[in-house]
Nanobody, 121 residues
Framework: LQLVESGGGLVHPGGSLKLSCAVS????????VGWFRQAPGKDLEGVSCISSESGAATMYADSVKGRFTISRDNAKNTVNLQMDNLKPEDTAVYYCAANGWGLVSGEYVDWGQGTQVTVTS
């Protein structure tokens, strides 16, 4: 699988961004997809993930619950991460990953190159 993130940028606190992960390769709907982030000087952190097929199961890190929403569009081979009420501590490079499950980075096989999100006033 090949994964390409888009949608990052600079936003003020309280603002919103929508990240997209475009996945190419056979059998997209068969794979769960996760979002991770890495802030400067910090470890890679699991943010959210969505199950395969209909995406009926989702997981969120406590730090983003109620603010971020993950969804998938199997017709477009994309997984989106809607991020609302952004905070400066959300500043990080965001990565999507596939062929795994959960919020532990080591569980995933395929990774994108990342997109920068900066939240600053």
């Amino acid at each position: 699988l090949q994964l390409v993130e888009s949608g990052g940028g600079l936003v003020h606190p309280g603002g919103s961004l929508k990240l997209s992960c475009a996945v190419s390769g056979f059998g997209f709907r068969d794979y769960a997809v996760g979002w991770f982030r890495q802030a400067p000087g910090k470890d890679l952190e699991g943010v959210s993930c969505i199950s395969s097929e209909s995406g009926a199961a989702t997981m969120y890190a406590d730090s983003v619950k109620g603010r971020f929403t993950i969804s998938r569009d199997n017709a477009k081979n994309t997984v989106n991460l809607q991020m609302d009420n952004l905070k400066p501590e959300d500043t990080a490079v965001y990565y999507c990953a596939a062929n795994g499950w959960g919020l532990v980075s080591g569980e995933y096989v395929d990774w994108g190159q990342g997109t920068q999100v900066t939240v600053t006033s």
